[in-house]
């Protein structure tokens, strides 16, 4: 960790977004790394994990290492990541065609996604999509730190 904040951001971009190149999750992955850099994740986020991060570098050909490194080192901006990442992986229409429709299609296991939907107090049993569940969790933790008294 390069820098210490006192202040702990959530990382409130969904794993549903894309940048311009249209990869779902990078954006995100690249704000995770950028936080915990900065020591502004909170705990309990994965800096760069085995979920989705995993699944978006290993479809897009990229080494997990040399990405947080590039992130680390040279902080770049969202635009500047995605670059390196068209220069270092495999970015055609076809593999994130293919990567997208992974995350689109990921849903968590029937015990987490019944105790995200408790915890979030979803009532339609049939969200199970791990980017909605993920989501609803990131907005609920910004509603607790808000309305803490």
Same mark, same amino acid.
């Given at each position: 960790m =390069?820098?210490?904040t006192k202040d702990k951001i959530v990382p409130l971009v969904s794993s549903g977004t894309a940048g311009p190149l249209g990869a779902l999750h990078l $954006?995100? %992955?690249? /704000?995770k790394v950028s936080l915990a850099n900065a020591g502004a %994740? $909170?705990?309990g986020y994965d800096e760069c994990g085995q979920g989705f991060d995993a699944m978006t570098l290993s479809a897009l050909g990229i080494d997990r290492q040399r990405a947080i490194d590039f992130i680390r080192q *040279? &902080? $770049?901006t969202y635009m500047e990541f995605e670059e390196w990442v068209v220069a270092n992986g495999k970015t055609d229409k076809a593999t994130i065609e293919q990567h997208n429709a992974a995350i689109r299609g990921y849903h968590h296991g029937d015990d987490l996604a019944h105790k995200m939907r408790g915890a979030s107090k979803i009532n339609n049993t049939s969200? &199970? *999509? =791990?980017?909605? /569940?993920n989501t609803i969790? *990131? /907005?609920?933790?910004?509603?607790a730190k808000l309305n803490r008294t």
């Amino acid at each position: 960790m =390069a820098t210490e904040t006192k202040d702990k951001i959530v990382p409130l971009v969904s794993s549903g977004t894309a940048g311009p190149l249209g990869a779902l999750h990078l $954006p995100r %992955l690249w /704000l995770k790394v950028s936080l915990a850099n900065a020591g502004a %994740l $909170p705990d309990g986020y994965d800096e760069c994990g085995q979920g989705f991060d995993a699944m978006t570098l290993s479809a897009l050909g990229i080494d997990r290492q040399r990405a947080i490194d590039f992130i680390r080192q *040279d &902080k $770049p901006t969202y635009m500047e990541f995605e670059e390196w990442v068209v220069a270092n992986g495999k970015t055609d229409k076809a593999t994130i065609e293919q990567h997208n429709a992974a995350i689109r299609g990921y849903h968590h296991g029937d015990d987490l996604a019944h105790k995200m939907r408790g915890a979030s107090k979803i009532n339609n049993t049939s969200v &199970k *999509d =791990a980017v909605t /569940l993920n989501t609803i969790e *990131d /907005l609920d933790e910004v509603h607790a730190k808000l309305n803490r008294t």
